[in-house]
Protein backbone atom coordinates (compact mmCIF):
# COMPACT_ATOMS: atom_id res chain seq x y z
CA UNK A 1 0.00 0.00 0.00
CA UNK A 2 1.25 3.57 -0.93
CA UNK A 3 0.22 5.24 2.17
CA UNK A 4 -1.55 8.53 2.65
CA UNK A 5 -0.79 10.51 -0.68
CA UNK A 6 -0.56 14.45 -0.82
CA UNK A 7 0.03 16.79 -3.26
CA UNK A 8 2.03 19.31 -3.54
CA UNK A 9 4.89 18.53 -1.31
CA UNK A 10 6.00 22.30 -1.43
CA UNK A 11 3.72 25.34 -2.28
CA UNK A 12 4.92 28.82 -2.37
CA UNK A 13 2.19 31.65 -3.30
CA UNK A 14 1.48 35.09 -2.72
CA UNK A 15 -1.03 36.51 -0.33
CA UNK A 16 -4.51 36.87 -1.89
CA UNK A 17 -3.72 33.42 -4.18
CA UNK A 18 -6.07 30.48 -4.12
CA UNK A 19 -4.59 27.40 -2.56
CA UNK A 20 -5.57 23.45 -3.14
CA UNK A 21 -4.24 21.06 -1.29
CA UNK A 22 -5.25 17.32 -2.09
CA UNK A 23 -4.96 13.85 -0.35
CA UNK A 24 -5.50 10.38 -1.21
CA UNK A 25 -6.29 8.46 1.59
CA UNK A 26 -5.31 4.80 2.33
CA UNK A 27 -7.83 2.69 0.38
CA UNK A 28 -10.71 1.00 2.84
CA UNK A 29 -10.35 3.81 5.44
CA UNK A 30 -13.25 5.43 6.52
CA UNK A 31 -11.79 8.82 8.01
CA UNK A 32 -9.71 11.23 6.68
CA UNK A 33 -8.60 14.24 8.30
CA UNK A 34 -6.99 17.22 7.90
CA UNK A 35 -4.14 18.70 10.81
CA UNK A 36 -2.26 21.99 10.32
CA UNK A 37 1.32 21.75 11.82
CA UNK A 38 3.25 25.31 13.12
CA UNK A 39 5.91 26.17 15.55
CA UNK A 40 2.91 28.03 18.05
CA UNK A 41 0.13 25.82 17.57
CA UNK A 42 1.63 22.47 17.51
CA UNK A 43 -0.65 19.78 15.51
CA UNK A 44 -4.10 21.45 15.46
CA UNK A 45 -7.15 19.45 13.84
CA UNK A 46 -9.25 21.54 11.56
CA UNK A 47 -11.64 19.00 9.80
CA UNK A 48 -12.33 15.22 9.82
CA UNK A 49 -14.38 12.81 7.57
CA UNK A 50 -16.13 9.50 7.81
CA UNK A 51 -17.71 7.93 4.98
CA UNK A 52 -17.00 10.96 2.96
CA UNK A 53 -19.06 13.46 5.31
CA UNK A 54 -17.47 15.99 7.49
CA UNK A 55 -18.59 15.65 10.77
CA UNK A 56 -16.75 18.04 12.74
CA UNK A 57 -15.37 21.59 10.67
CA UNK A 58 -15.19 23.35 14.01
CA UNK A 59 -11.05 23.52 13.78
CA UNK A 60 -11.25 25.35 10.32
CA UNK A 61 -9.74 28.76 11.23
CA UNK A 62 -11.78 30.91 9.02
CA UNK A 63 -14.39 31.15 5.69
CA UNK A 64 -11.13 30.89 3.94
CA UNK A 65 -10.74 27.71 4.30
CA UNK A 66 -13.18 24.64 3.02
CA UNK A 67 -12.23 21.06 2.96
CA UNK A 68 -14.41 18.69 0.17
CA UNK A 69 -14.56 15.05 -0.12
CA UNK A 70 -16.22 14.07 -3.09
CA UNK A 71 -15.34 10.17 -2.74
CA UNK A 72 -13.54 7.49 -0.57
CA UNK A 73 -10.16 8.47 -2.58
CA UNK A 74 -9.99 12.01 -2.33
CA UNK A 75 -9.76 14.98 -0.57
CA UNK A 76 -9.16 18.34 -0.88
CA UNK A 77 -8.23 21.45 1.57
CA UNK A 78 -8.73 24.84 -0.04
CA UNK A 79 -7.68 28.58 1.16
CA UNK A 80 -8.99 31.41 -1.02
CA UNK A 81 -7.35 33.67 -0.45
CA UNK A 82 -4.88 32.81 1.34
CA UNK A 83 -2.91 35.23 3.38
CA UNK A 84 0.59 34.63 5.09
CA UNK A 85 -0.59 33.36 8.64
CA UNK A 86 -1.86 30.17 6.77
CA UNK A 87 1.82 29.45 6.61
CA UNK A 88 2.63 26.03 7.90
CA UNK A 89 2.89 22.52 7.23
CA UNK A 90 -0.82 21.05 6.38
CA UNK A 91 -1.33 16.95 6.83
CA UNK A 92 -3.64 14.33 5.86
CA UNK A 93 -4.36 11.68 7.92
CA UNK A 94 -6.46 8.30 7.38
CA UNK A 95 -7.82 5.79 9.74
CA UNK A 96 -9.97 2.82 9.28
CA UNK A 97 -12.80 2.57 12.12
CA UNK A 98 -11.03 6.12 13.92
CA UNK A 99 -8.27 3.88 15.24
CA UNK A 100 -4.85 4.68 14.81
CA UNK A 101 -4.13 7.48 12.43
CA UNK A 102 -2.21 7.20 9.07
CA UNK A 103 -0.30 10.56 8.40
CA UNK A 104 0.72 11.51 4.93
CA UNK A 105 4.08 13.16 4.05
CA UNK A 106 2.36 16.34 4.45
CA UNK A 107 2.36 19.89 2.28
CA UNK A 108 5.03 22.77 3.13
CA UNK A 109 2.62 25.84 2.60
CA UNK A 110 4.05 29.53 2.39
CA UNK A 111 2.51 32.12 1.79
CA UNK A 112 4.46 35.34 0.81
CA UNK B 1 -13.16 21.56 26.41
CA UNK B 2 -10.32 18.65 26.78
CA UNK B 3 -6.64 19.94 26.80
CA UNK B 4 -3.67 17.36 26.81
CA UNK B 5 -0.58 19.05 28.71
CA UNK B 6 2.65 17.23 27.59
CA UNK B 7 5.89 18.00 29.51
CA UNK B 8 8.69 18.56 28.83
CA UNK B 9 8.64 20.75 25.36
CA UNK B 10 12.28 19.74 25.09
CA UNK B 11 15.04 17.61 26.52
CA UNK B 12 18.61 16.98 25.29
CA UNK B 13 20.42 13.66 26.53
CA UNK B 14 23.59 12.03 26.39
CA UNK B 15 23.14 8.91 24.24
CA UNK B 16 22.65 5.89 26.45
CA UNK B 17 20.77 7.95 28.99
CA UNK B 18 17.06 7.39 29.68
CA UNK B 19 14.61 9.99 28.37
CA UNK B 20 10.79 10.04 29.95
CA UNK B 21 7.96 12.44 28.94
CA UNK B 22 4.65 13.48 30.67
CA UNK B 23 0.83 13.79 29.15
CA UNK B 24 -1.28 15.33 31.15
CA UNK B 25 -5.34 15.78 30.41
CA UNK B 26 -7.70 17.64 33.00
CA UNK B 27 -10.51 14.74 32.00
CA UNK B 28 -10.59 11.55 32.41
CA UNK B 29 -9.41 9.67 28.34
CA UNK B 30 -11.20 7.00 26.79
CA UNK B 31 -7.81 6.02 25.50
CA UNK B 32 -4.52 7.27 24.21
CA UNK B 33 -2.19 7.08 21.44
CA UNK B 34 1.94 7.71 21.14
CA UNK B 35 3.14 8.80 17.87
CA UNK B 36 6.85 10.10 16.50
CA UNK B 37 7.66 12.72 14.70
CA UNK B 38 11.40 12.79 12.72
CA UNK B 39 12.90 16.08 11.92
CA UNK B 40 11.07 17.00 8.98
CA UNK B 41 9.04 13.96 8.69
CA UNK B 42 5.53 13.17 9.38
CA UNK B 43 3.48 11.65 13.14
CA UNK B 44 4.04 8.23 12.87
CA UNK B 45 1.73 6.11 15.12
CA UNK B 46 3.73 3.78 18.52
CA UNK B 47 1.15 2.89 20.24
CA UNK B 48 -2.38 2.96 21.78
CA UNK B 49 -3.30 2.65 25.24
CA UNK B 50 -6.96 1.60 26.56
CA UNK B 51 -6.89 0.15 30.03
CA UNK B 52 -6.73 2.04 33.85
CA UNK B 53 -2.76 1.18 34.64
CA UNK B 54 -1.76 -0.23 31.40
CA UNK B 55 1.87 -1.16 30.81
CA UNK B 56 3.04 -1.69 27.02
CA UNK B 57 6.57 -2.38 26.17
CA UNK B 58 8.03 -2.12 22.40
CA UNK B 59 12.01 -2.92 22.86
CA UNK B 60 13.44 0.22 24.69
CA UNK B 61 10.08 1.98 25.18
CA UNK B 62 8.07 1.46 28.03
CA UNK B 63 4.36 3.12 27.87
CA UNK B 64 2.61 3.19 30.76
CA UNK B 65 -1.54 4.71 31.42
CA UNK B 66 -2.41 6.03 34.57
CA UNK B 67 -4.65 4.10 36.96
CA UNK B 68 -7.48 7.38 36.96
CA UNK B 69 -6.78 7.54 33.41
CA UNK B 70 -5.98 11.14 33.41
CA UNK B 71 -2.11 11.02 32.89
CA UNK B 72 -0.05 8.56 30.48
CA UNK B 73 4.06 8.78 30.30
CA UNK B 74 6.51 7.42 27.64
CA UNK B 75 9.73 6.31 28.53
CA UNK B 76 12.78 5.60 26.56
CA UNK B 77 15.80 3.55 27.93
CA UNK B 78 19.27 3.94 26.84
CA UNK B 79 18.54 6.26 24.24
CA UNK B 80 20.09 6.23 20.49
CA UNK B 81 20.24 8.66 18.02
CA UNK B 82 17.99 6.80 16.12
CA UNK B 83 15.32 8.10 19.04
CA UNK B 84 15.74 11.56 18.12
CA UNK B 85 12.42 13.38 16.98
CA UNK B 86 9.46 14.82 18.60
CA UNK B 87 7.38 12.54 20.57
CA UNK B 88 3.47 13.55 20.83
CA UNK B 89 0.70 11.64 23.07
CA UNK B 90 -2.90 12.40 21.20
CA UNK B 91 -5.97 12.14 23.11
CA UNK B 92 -9.38 10.75 21.61
CA UNK B 93 -11.94 13.34 22.06
CA UNK B 94 -14.65 10.64 21.89
CA UNK B 95 -15.42 11.10 18.55
CA UNK B 96 -13.09 9.36 16.44
CA UNK B 97 -11.00 12.14 16.26
CA UNK B 98 -7.35 12.99 17.78
CA UNK B 99 -5.65 16.36 19.98
CA UNK B 100 -2.62 16.10 20.08
CA UNK B 101 -0.50 17.05 22.54
CA UNK B 102 2.15 19.97 22.31
CA UNK B 103 5.06 17.42 21.93
CA UNK B 104 7.97 16.77 23.58
CA UNK B 105 11.12 17.03 21.45
CA UNK B 106 14.02 14.81 21.63
CA UNK B 107 17.95 15.48 21.03
CA UNK B 108 20.57 13.07 21.42
CA UNK B 109 24.26 13.48 21.66
CA UNK B 110 26.34 10.63 20.11
Known amino acids: DAGVIQSPRHEVTEMGQEVTLRCKPI?????LFWYRQTMMRGLELLIY????????DSGMPEDRFSAKMPNASFSTLKIQPSEPRDSAVYFC??????????FGSGTQLSVL | GQQVMQIPQYQHVQEGEDFTTYCNSS?????IQWYKQRPGGHPVFLIQ?????EVKKQKRLTFQFGEAKKNSSLHITATQTTDVGTYFC??????????FGSGTRLQVQP
Open chain 1, 93 to 102: ASSSRGEKLF
Open chain 1, 27 to 31: SGHDY
Open chain 1, 49 to 56: FNNNVPID
Open chain 2, 27 to 31: TTLSN
Open chain 2, 49 to 53: LVKSG
Open chain 2, 90 to 99: AEDTGRRALT
